[in-house]
């Protein structure tokens, strides 16, 4: 079984930045696309970013390319979401998320197997 810890959210500024953090165990994730997913309040839970395996290639929703960066360690068991040039829109939870297998990139809430318990990401104005 794999466990999934989010870190790193808080409160920002609108124009600041935050690093997420999402550290697996139970299991060794370097095979595993990964990706970000959010949740604001009220609404459905949508897609960020996401990045494969071993690879890393990467891809973002059009709501967020240029502002954030996904990344992966692979040694260390952990995947990156850095956030730049925050506005008030991108507060949400935010979610990391785990697929067990497969080479390509993912954007279905569906196609991950396993999912973080979330960290809260709040952007004044």
């Known amino acids: 079984q794999v466990q999934l810890v989010e870190s790193g959210g808080g409160l920002v500024q609108a124009g600041g930045s935050l690093r997420l953090s999402c550290t697996a165990s139970?299991?060794?994730?370097?095979?595993?696309?990964m990706g970000w997913f959010r949740q604001a309040p009220g609404k459905e839970r949508v897609f960020v970013a996401a990045?494969?395996?071993?690879?890393?290639?990467?891809y973002y929703a059009n709501s967020v390319k240029g502002r954030f960066t996904i990344s992966r360690d692979n040694a260390k068991n952990t995947v990156y979401l850095q956030m730049s040039s925050l506005k008030p829109e991108d507060t949400a939870v935010y979610y990391c998320?785990?697929?067990?297998?497969?080479?390509?990139?993912?954007?279905?809430?569906?196609?991950?197997?396993?999912w973080g318990q979330g960290t809260q990401v709040t952007v004044s104005s």
């Open positions: 990045i494969t395996g071993s690879i890393g290639t990467t």
């Open positions: 998320a785990a697929k067990s297998g497969g080479y390509g990139i993912y954007a279905a809430l569906n196609s991950y197997d396993y």
């Open positions: 139970g299991r060794t994730l370097s095979n595993y696309p």
